[in-house]
C-alpha cells in the first residue's frame, strides 16, 4: 500500500529538549516536503526537498533542520523546541513533474505540544 | 512571492444544493493549482489539480474546479452537495517547487 508514515503520531515535550519527527515513504518519489498547520493559518511550508541531498527553506523554516539521505526518508528536527513549535506537523511526498510537483501524499500527521 | 486568498472562512448549504468554494491565487509565471480536502481528525487529501489545459478540471467525489487567468481565480464546485462533503478544504499553488496554502474553508452541509 502506497502511503506516507510519520512518528511519532503524538508528542509532549519540554523546551529546548531537541526531537526527530521522522517520515518515511514507500512510491518512490522525488519529492518531499514538511508542513505545519494551525488555526486560521492552514498548512505553511517548513523545508522542502527535490531528491536526495538537496533541500530548500519553505515559508516557515526558523527553528527547523532536515535532512534528506536517502531517497524514502524525510526527519524534521526541531534542535531546541519552543512553544511556539506547538502544531499539528505533516510530512508530504510526491513525483516530479516537469516545472514543478504532483499531487501531494500526506502523512496522519504528529502533534506536537511543547511545554 | 506567491500566495493564496480563501476569502470565507465558512461556507454553509443545504445538502443538494450547489457548493462553491473561492480560491484566488498570485504567483509568477504559470502556476500549478491543487485543492485538497481534510476531513474531521484526519489527514489530507488530494481532490483535483490544474497545471495545463482545459480549464475546467474534474476531479474526486464529484468536485470540479475552473481555472480563470484572468481573475487569478481557482474556484472549487459541486453541483449537489452531501452531508458527507463536510469538511475543510484547502486551495494551493506551486511555482517550481515550492507550494503555498491558503488558510483553509470550513464547509458544512446541512441535512
Known amino acids: 500500500e502506497a502511503q506516507v508514515t510519520q512518528n511519532p503520531r503524538y508528542l509532549i515535550t519540554v523546551t529546548g529538549k531537541k526531537l526527530t519527527v521522522t517520515c518515511s515513504q514507500n512510491?518512490?518519489?522525488?519529492?518531499m516536503s514538511w508542513y505545519r498547520q494551525d488555526p486560521g493559518l492552514g498548512l505553511r511550508q517548513i523545508y522542502y526537498?527535490?531528491?536526495?541531498?538537496?533541500?530548500d527553506k519553505g515559508d516557515v523554516p526558523e527553528g527547523y533542520k532536515v535532512s534528506r539521505k536517502e531517497k524514502r526518508n524525510f526527519p524534521l528536527i526541531l534542535e531546541s523546541p519552543s512553544p511556539n513549535q506547538t502544531s499539528l506537523y505533516f510530512c508530504?511526498?510526491?513525483?516530479?513533474?516537469?516545472?514543478?510537483?504532483?499531487?501531494?501524499?500526506f502523512g496522519e500527521g504528529s502533534r506536537l505540544t511543547v511545554l | 512571492a506567491q500566495s493564496v486568498a480563501q476569502p470565507e472562512d465558512q461556507v454553509n448549504v443545504a445538502e443538494g444544493n450547489p457548493l462553491t468554494v473561492k480560491c484566488t491565487y498570485s504567483v509568477s509565471g504559470n502556476p500549478y493549482l491543487f485543492w485538497y480536502v481534510q476531513y474531521p481528525n484526519r489527514g489530507l487529501q488530494f481532490l483535483l489539480k490544474y497545471i495545463t489545459g482545459d480549464n475546467l478540471v474534474k476531479g474526486s467525489y464529484g468536485f470540479e474546479a475552473e481555472f480563470n487567468k484572468s481573475q487569478t481565480s481557482f474556484h472549487l464546485k459541486k453541483p449537489s452537495a452531501l452531508v458527507s462533503d463536510s469538511a475543510l478544504y484547502f486551495c494551493a499553488v506551486s511555482n517550481d517547487y515550492k507550494l503555498s496554502f491558503g488558510a483553509g474553508t470550513t464547509v458544512t452541509v446541512r441535512a
Open positions: 526537498s527535490m531528491n536526495v541531498e538537496v533541500t
Open positions: 512510491m518512490n518519489h522525488e519529492y
Open positions: 508530504a511526498s510526491s513525483s516530479r513533474l516537469a516545472g514543478g510537483i504532483g499531487e501531494l501524499f
